[in-house]
């Protein structure tokens, strides 16, 4: 997965100066962080429809869209995959710290 997106990542931040002609992540971009978020939020409501509606190839896709334009949002916003995937590392620390001291009371 880490590999997959890092690859991602570098796809999207070449792309951001191609020309908005050709590339989809670049006319994206060119239409600045809101109408970004916007379609993250699309994504994410027709990613909910496809889990609520049971058609596991549609939320694959759903997901797949999702997760593409959250990191073209990442991208906008300055943070990189590293950056969530060593949140979530972290998370994992801290919750595996709470389960050890919950299993020495
Ligand atoms: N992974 C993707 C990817 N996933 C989804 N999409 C595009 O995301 C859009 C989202 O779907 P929608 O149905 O919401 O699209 P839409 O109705 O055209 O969108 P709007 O009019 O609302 O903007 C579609 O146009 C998809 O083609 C993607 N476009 C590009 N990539 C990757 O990005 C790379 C660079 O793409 P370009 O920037 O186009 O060269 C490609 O090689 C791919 O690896």
Redesign the pocket.
Known sequence: MRDTLNR?ET??AE?RS?SAD???????FAKGREKIAQ?VG??ATETVIASLSGDAAQLTAEA??LI??LLILLAEGGVSVDDVLTELDRRDGISGIAEKASRTE
Do not use: C, T
């Open positions: 991602l796809v999207i792309r191609a050709s590339s989809y992540v670049a006319a994206l379609k699309e994504e797949a869209d593409f334009h």
